[in-house]
């Protein structure tokens, strides 16, 4: 069965960078685009951008350009997403998923790891 | 840009009851919408995509409908494992989230 299981909380210094890692298992990895999305505590669902795991392409939101990194190591299937220069308001649960369709254009997300929690405190 | 506005933000419904949940974009995302539901301490799960389409192993008491601007999803008997925060997501474009609603106990 398919399955996304990231890595543990973080606790981080404003200023500081943290990378945070998503395992695939239970499907071709580089098949399917990884998204990040975050979720800022007792608020909503916020879209960082996403990596092809076949070509290393990336594109991420607006809002995250300069200063989110995703990449990916095909040899363990496994994505990362860091994000430097952290504030205090980055605080929030940082979830690696899948994108549905493999052959679409369609971005919706089928599968999601278990969260990542990132305390940005100092 | 495109805003998704989700209302009511709580439902207080009865288990058993029908439950009616609305989404509504900005400008025009056709069809390409998806509802998620996430309860506290656990990942969004997707129920709903192709604003209408059941996502694999979700009951049929979750059904979609809609186009262009306005969705509803709707829980048609609310069981108890129903109790959470359900989100839209427009794809028209980049992927954007509405701000949930929560469904509570009545």
Redesign the interface.
Known sequence: QVQLVQSGAEVKKPGASVKVSCKASGYTFTGYYM?W?RQAPGQ????MGWINPNSGGTNY?QKFQGWVTMTRDTSISTAYMELSRLRSDDTAVY?C?RK?PQYSS?????Y????TLVTVSS | EIVMTQSPATLSVSPGERATLSCRASQSVSS?L?W?QQKPGQ????LI??ASTR??GIPARFSGSGSGTEFTLTISSLQSEDFAVY?C?Q?NN???????TKVEIK
Do not use: K
């Open positions: 998204h999305v909503g669902l916020e879209w939101a979830y998923a549905g369609s971005v919706y997300f089928d999601w790891g278990q969260g | 390409n998806a998620y990942a969004p799960r997707l995509y192709g996502a694999t989100y997501q794809y980049w992927p954007l989230f509405g701000q949930g």
